[in-house]
């Protein structure tokens, strides 16, 4: 099976950084791509940022120019380096990866257990 561990949540103040890390394990192939979504309260979840293995980003109109997601394939790995964060931002983040590809066919899509960001005083 595949996993994704997520890591880099907490409380920060207004204005503050917070790094997110994702990782993936597991039998994989390749992933197609990583990125991260959020839900907060009361709130359908929303894409955030999105990263393919050849290196094309999708932010959200509200992130873009403060939140970077960046990307190690050889390891799986994603990353989101969230500035300037608001409290708008507070929501449980999760890590998703689409195709994740176990063997030559095969795929799935997987997410991860989520992890919460608090941006308050």
């Known amino acids: 099976q595949v996993q994704l561990v997520e890591s880099g949540g907490g409380l920060v103040q207004p204005g503050g950084s917070l790094r997110l890390s994702c990782a993936a394990s597991g039998k994989i192939f390749s992933i197609h791509a990583m990125g991260w979504y959020r839900q907060a309260p009361g709130k359908e979840r929303e894409l955030v940022a999105a990263v393919t293995s050849d290196g094309n980003t999708n932010y959200a109109d509200s992130v873009k120019g403060r939140f970077t997601i960046s990307r190690d394939s050889g390891n799986n790995t994603v990353y989101l380096q969230m500035n300037s964060l608001k409290p708008e931002d507070t929501a449980v983040y999760y890590c998703?990866?689409?195709?994740?590809?176990?063997?030559?066919?095969?795929?799935?899509?997987?997410w991860g257990q989520g992890t919460l960001v608090t941006v308050s005083s």
């Open positions: 998703n990866a689409k195709k994740v590809y176990y063997s030559r066919w095969n795929w799935l899509e997987v």
